[in-house]
Structure formats: C-alpha cells, structure tokens
C-alpha cells in the first residue's frame, strides 16, 4: 500500500470558512497540489476542485503550482490553508469570450453601418476595409491560438471575472474602435495616401507573424497539461522578457498606421500599460526560479524603451 500523510487543513478565512471542511485529510505521500485539492473537494462537497484554493500557512501565498508535489512544499507538506474561489470558469473558456466581442461588434458596425450613422450611404473606404480586415484576422488569429496553440499553467478563473475581462476587449476594440473607424467622418473614411496603408500593413504583418512565432514556441516549451516552465531563448527574447507583447504592440500600431484613428491608439495605449505590469511580473519570476541561469533582461517590453 502506498505511504500517506496527514495534511492539517484550516480555513484561510474564517469570516468565510468552507462549510464542511475536515479538519485534515490522508494524501498519498506524492500527491500534487492538484490531487490534494481534489480530495479535498471531495470530502467539502464541494463539486468541482477548481474552486479549492491552497494557501502556504507560513507565507499565506497561493500554491500557484498545481502539478507541484505537496511534499514540495516545506510548512504546507503538513498544513494548508484552504478558501473557496467560489464559482469557475476556465481560461481557454474565458479568452474566447474575450476575443469573441470585437469580431461580433466589428462585423455588426459594417452591416448596420448606414443605420448607426447618419448620412453613410456610400461604401466605406479602402482604408476602412484594411483596417477591418486587420482587427478580423488578428482577433480571429488569437481565437485560434486559443482553441490549438496556447498552454494555460492555470486551469480556472472566477466566473464572475469573466465580465471585467471582456469588458477592455468588447468595450474599447469593439464599440470605441468600430464607432470611430467605419464613421463616414473618420481619418479612414477620408484618407488618400495609399502609401500609409501600405506601411501600416507592413509592420501589422510583421507583428502578426512575429507574434505566433512566438506563441507556438512558448506553447514547444511545455508538455501537454503540464505547468513547466523553461528558459525561452530566440524569437526576440534576448531583446525584452516578453517578446509576444513586443509583436503584438507592433501589430497594433500597425492598424493605428493605416486605420489613423484616435480610438486604436487610445486602446493599445491602455494595453501596453497593463502588457508592462505583466511582463515585470515575468521578468521577477523568471529570475526567482531560474536565479544565475536567466540572462536578466533590461527592458521587458520594447527595447530601449520599456
């Protein structure tokens, strides 16, 4: 019979304690993060394990690592804080939602264009079909990834973040963008210069195809279901930490290039901001795991700048 601990459970938050939590349960002496929630799950009636949050008691941090062995773990090898995340959702579940918005808002502002504006009866421009096509392929681009290429180290999220998640996406890449670029009176809508959609069109193509690139290389890096992480090298990463972001940010400016439009801008200025925290984050984690093996990165976003 295989060996097994007594793990002490306790309740991170007893104004909201888990109703029915055991005061400790036996887990297989190699059990993970993940069985260990699991089981307790089981015996809290709680239904689905993702909803188990695990706490170091010393530290009182999230075990983030659910393919980690408990043993692993120094104070929470014998107790663990446990909390309810309530309710789940899944992070493939909540990345197509997100990317679903602006393909739907777009699509409708071009059918139902000569009844959102007034006095658009003509066709729009080519530059205002460049740029639709633009903000199609990239979100329809990041649907794909999503469903084929991306390999999530955390399985759920709260239900009920899923709004505040969508909402940059739906609200600022879809309605803003969409309402001030297929406007009859918008720079798109009024543009000559085929040279600029030519050059914003480069640089999209480039961030694009740099950007996957970069997606299914990071996705080579980790077995299937697995939560390992690996040193990346190449593809951009000896310039920034995160160097998905950097293509990214060059697609965007590249539809800013051709669209000429205020809202692309405002929205891809507000993702860099949140890009920037992200990759810092990256960056700090890169160095605590890996220590004297990570070249540390000056800039972690665009070189020279970020």
Known sequence: MAPTVTLKLTNRSPSRPVARLPASIDVPADATVEDV????AREARLGDHNRVGLCDPATKK???DRKARIAREPAAAAE??????????AWRTVFLVEYLGPLLVHAAFVVARPYIYAGARGPMSSTQWLTFAMIMAHFAKRELETLFV??????TMP??????????????SGLLCAYSVYSPRSLAATAHVPVVDAVGTAVYLFGEVG???????????????GTERKIPAGYGFALVTCPNYMYEILSWVGIVIA?????VALFISVGVVQMYTWARGKESAYRKEFGDKYKKKRF???????
């Open 80 to 89: 663990v804080l446990v909390k309810d995340l309530g309710p789940q959702v």
């Open 150 to 155: 991306h390999k999530f180290s955390a399985a």
């Open 259 to 263: 669209s000429r439009d205020w809202a």
């Open 62 to 64: 999230t075990l983030k």
């Open 37 to 40: 929630k699991v089981l307790i």
């Open 300 to 306: 972690v976003l665009l070189p020279g700048l970020l």
């Open 159 to 172: 239900v009920f973040n899923i709004a505040k998640n969508s909402f940059f996406y739906w609200a600022l």
């Open 211 to 225: 950007n996957a690139l970069v997606h299914l290389y990071l996705s080579s890096l980790r077995s299937a279901g």
